[in-house]
């Protein structure tokens, strides 16, 4: 694995997303919904940094299943969301790759009567964007490689890193050989 974005580059990144989501708020209420599973951590590392009254809640989104470095179809299942009505809502999500998970999200929660809907991406894949809508804050462009850690994972591993690190075709074989039932070699390395 080769690290794209290091735990100090990640803390100042969200130290300047808070800063303008604060300036961008200013003061008013907010609902925080988190987009599950990928976007924990940096919805943990995000709300302890705003100022004003913060409320949380989670939607949960998929087009990556399993093994999958590709998209495919959309799941969305918004269950866990209390009332918007007349609510300022931030949607934050791990990473803008095609957009159709975020626009779909934001569709539906203007549908719900949020007042105003904004959206927040830690990491925003350059080139790949396949909707009109762009993110109102994003944390960092990256190029367009597979990323782990910092909350997005490969097949429900590497979440936990404390850097976001790109796989390449060698790691991914690795990862997919590791979670074959028959054998189990050694997780990728990180290299700076």
Request: aromatic share 4%; with cysteine; charged share 25%.
């Amino acid at each position: 694995m080769r690290v794209l974005l290091t735990a100090a580059e990640l803390a100042s990144g969200i130290e300047r997303l808070a800063a303008e989501v604060g300036r961008d708020a200013r003061g008013t209420p907010l609902m925080v919904v988190g987009v599950l599973t990928g976007s924990i951590v940096i919805v943990a590392d995000l709300i302890r940094r705003l100022d004003g009254p913060v409320s949380v809640s989670m939607a949960w989104a998929s087009s990556y299943r399993g093994t999958a470095t590709e998209p495919g179809s959309l799941e969305l299942h918004l269950d866990l969301l209390p009332d918007l009505a007349g609510q300022d809502v931030l949607v934050v999500d791990d990473i803008f790759d095609t957009g159709r998970t975020m626009e779909a999200i934001v569709v539906a929660l203007e549908e719900r009567g949020a007042a105003r809907v904004r959206s927040l991406v830690l990491l925003r894949k350059q080139g790949r964007g396949e909707v009109a809508m762009e993110p109102d804050f994003v944390g960092f462009e990256i190029p367009d490689v597979f990323v782990v850690g910092y909350g997005l994972d490969f097949d429900g591993t590497f979440r936990q890193l404390d850097h976001v690190a790109a796989l390449d075709a060698a790691d991914i074989a690795a990862a997919r050989a590791a979670h074959s039932p028959s054998r189990s070699p050694d997780p990728p390395s990180c290299a700076p």
